[in-house]
């Protein structure tokens, strides 16, 4: 239990689906980070959330749309995707210091995507 | 080119061995990750250094910033540590810090 925790585990939807992945954190951080992990890919970070507000947005489809309601709850909102979106999708948080020392990530277990 | 390279990409091991991953960057970087990956997904971070060494029971992790390389050691391997490593840089700059993801070693400890 690294105090992430990612919902559901395991999601199939078909491409005119719409359905949302949650991610919880209860360990007081600031950051939350959506990735995603493609076969034989590095993870991809996909947004980055600090104190609440939306930073980085490395150019993902809008298809994929964030929300972050408060520093402990991420979301990551999903319609009309396409097959190749399959994945495994990976929350994590920091506590970031700006200017500070460097934080460590704490990951969820991930949410298996598979696009039908 | 990745920014993050690990070697080997695969290694299987016999139980007892000792083991090496090793890790190069080209980027500046604030601390290294060392993660473990499990089937099913979840990651569990073993380290993060920014220099010199950290050991953990059977794991230590090295770094030479000058050489932007580290190393993961696991000495008295045994089939449980079977899994995924990555590594990962601490990418300083912009608003926040991000993460920069090797591609992973997998490995296979075998009784």
């Known amino acids: 239990e690294t105090g992430v925790t990612q919902t559901p585990r395991h999601l199939v939807m078909g491409m005119t689906n719409k359905k949302s992945l949650k991610c919880e954190q209860h360990l007081g951080h600031n950051a939350m980070y959506w990735y995603k992990q493609s076969a034989k890919k590095p993870l991809e970070l996909m947004f980055v959330?600090?104190?609440?507000?939306?930073?980085e947005n490395n150019s993902v489809p809008s298809r994929f749309s964030p929300e972050c309601p408060n520093s402990s709850h991420l979301f990551l909102h999903l319609h009309t995707l396409q097959p190749e979106d399959s994945a495994l999708y990976l929350c994590?948080?920091?506590?970031?210091?700006?200017?500070?020392?460097?934080?460590?990530?704490?990951f969820g277990q991930g949410t298996r995507l598979t696009v039908v | 080119k990745n920014e993050v390279e690990q070697s080997p990409q695969n290694l299987t091991a016999q139980e007892g061995e000792f083991i090496t991953i090793n890790c190069s960057y080209s980027?500046?970087?604030?601390?290294l990750h060392w993660l473990q990956q499990h089937p099913g997904g979840g990651i569990v971070s073993l380290f993060m250094?920014?220099?010199g060494k950290k050991k953990h029971g059977r794991l230590i992790a090295t770094i030479n910033i000058q050489e932007k390389h580290s190393s993961l050691h696991i000495t008295a391997s045994h089939p449980r540590d079977s899994a995924v490593y990555i590594c990962?840089?601490?990418?300083?700059?912009?608003?926040?810090?991000?993460?920069?993801f090797g591609t992973g070693t997998l490995l296979a400890v075998q009784p």
């Open positions: 990962a840089v601490l990418n300083y700059g912009g608003a926040t810090n991000k993460l920069i």
């Open positions: 994590a948080s920091s506590q970031e210091e700006f200017g500070g020392s460097p934080s460590e990530a704490f």
């Open positions: 980027v500046g970087i604030s601390a």
């Open positions: 250094l920014s220099s």
């Open positions: 959330y600090s104190l609440e507000e939306r930073v």
